[in-house]
Each structure stands twice: as structure tokens, then as C-alpha cells.
């Protein structure tokens, strides 16, 4: 018994083209294209990770079984292909691309594809990805910013900066025009040092306004006051 084993290209999809299209002469060496990441790290381009993306995409929305099936392999490979293709054309000496550029692409190949399901599921995780990543950069920021402790009744506490804000917020609402309560927490800042007793914080920002940093740099009634100051 004679088993023959049939080989079946990606079939076209509308709007695209295949790389096993196009003749091999002109195709591109993938050696000659970066990948920039969003954490700035330069590395290789792999369409082997577009691939699996695609795939991922389907998988969320058809489900873990859909991974044996033929007709989603044929659609993965072709649309890895068109989108490799596109990427390829945009720059067909070598160059960089940015990872957004390629899940554009993803989410473009997908659509032309008439997989819109899959598109819209698509671009909803990337807004998820998005929204972690901030959450994840405003966290390591809060984390980094060094942690004043204030003395109270022989005890080291946390600076409460709720309560240090909404002291600088009162003490403004009297100071008419050119007020800006950030500057005054800026300067209170600057002038506190770990473990400064919890009486002094109200005074230093209380100094701070007296010096007339309360205002812009451009404010006319400050400048008047650094001029009068001055002389």
C-alpha cells in the first residue's frame, strides 16, 4: 500500500500576498531586520514569534482544540506570510522595526482576513498589555520615590502626603492669583529629611509660602517680590 502525503500551501488570502509568491531571489534575509523593543533592546527579527501570536489569537477565541486543526495551521502560516510580506516590503533592504509596527500589522492581517472576531480579541488584549504595562510603571515609580518618615511621639511614621496635600490645598485658597500648590510641595519637600519631627512638616511648607515660592516663575506679583527682595 502506497501512503502519499499531501503537501498544501497556505492558501492567499484577500489583500495579501505570500511570501512563497514572490520569487526567492528577491525575498529578504530576516539577519537584516531588528526588532526594537519597547524597553529600547535591539534584537533579531523572528517571524517564528508572529506565528505563534497568530495562533495565540485564534486559540483565545476558538479554543485550545482549534490548535490540531488544519484549517487554522493554513490560516496562521498564511497570514504569517503576508504579514513577514508587508513588513518586508516597507523596508526591502534591512532595517528596524518597532514591536508595535508588527501588531499593527497582526491586527491588519487579521482584519483583511475576515477573522474580525479574532481581530477584535486581538486588539483588546493588547489594550489589556497596555494598561498593565502603565499600572506596572506607575507602581516601580511610587516604589522608587524615596520614603520620608516623620517622628511622633517618639514613633517613626510615613509621612501622610494625603494630609500634607490637603494642608498645602487650604493654606492656598487665600493667596489669590499665580498660586501653585505644587511648587509648595515641591519646596516643603526638598526642605524635610527622614525622620524630621511630625510639628515640623506644617512649618517648613508654612516657610516656603512666605518666601513667595507659592507662584510661577513668571508671576508678576512673585517677581515683584524677588525684586523688592533683592534690593
Known amino acids: 500500500m502506497q501512503i502519499a502525503a499531501e503537501v498544501t500551501a497556505p ?19 530576516y539577519s537584516q531586520y531588528k526588532i526594537i523593543r519597547r524597553n529600547g ?23 485550545g482544540q482549534s490548535a490540531a486543526s488544519a484549517r487554522i495551521r493554513e490560516l496562521v502560516a498564511g ?16 532595517g528596524t522595526f518597532h514591536i508595535e509596527d508588527i501588531q499593527d500589522q497582526v491586527e491588519l492581517a487579521l482584519m483583511r482576513s475576515g477573522a474580525h472576531e479574532v481581530a477584535r480579541a486581538y ?21 522608587s520615590q ?8 517618639g514613633v517613626r511614621r510615613p509621612l501622610d502626603m494625603g494630609r500634607l496635600n490637603d494642608l498645602i490645598a487650604s493654606a492656598c485658597e487665600s493667596l489669590g492669583e499665580g498660586v501653585n500648590p505644587g511648587l509648595i510641595l515641591g519646596e516643603t519637600l526638598k526642605n524635610l529629611y527622614d ?36 534690593e
Do not use: C, M
Request: charged share 30%; aromatic share 2%.
Open 146 to 153: 524615596p520614603q520620608l518618615n516623620v517622628l511622633e511621639d
Open 123 to 143: 486588539v483588546l488584549y493588547r489594550e489589556k498589555r497596555a494598561e498593565a504595562r502603565a499600572q506596572e510603571a506607575a507602581q516601580k515609580k511610587k516604589t
Open 79 to 94: 497570514l504569517t506570510d503576508a504579514i513577514v510580506g508587508a513588513l518586508a516590503r516597507r523596508q526591502p533592504a534591512g
Open 11 to 29: 492558501q492567499s488570502l484577500p489583500g495579501t500576498t505570500l511570501l512563497s509568491d514572490v520569487n526567492s531571489a528577491v525575498q529578504p534575509a
Open 41 to 63: 533592546a535591539v534584537v533579531g527579527f523572528e517571524p517564528g514569534k508572529i506565528s505563534v501570536a497568530v495562533t495565540k489569537a485564534f486559540l483565545a477565541v476558538e479554543g
Open 195 to 230: 525622620g524630621v519631627p511630625a510639628e515640623e512638616v506644617p512649618r517648613r511648607g508654612q516657610t516656603r509660602v512666605h518666601h513667595g515660592e507659592h507662584r510661577d516663575v513668571h508671576d508678576p506679583v512673585r517677581l515683584e517680590h524677588e525684586r523688592h527682595r533683592d
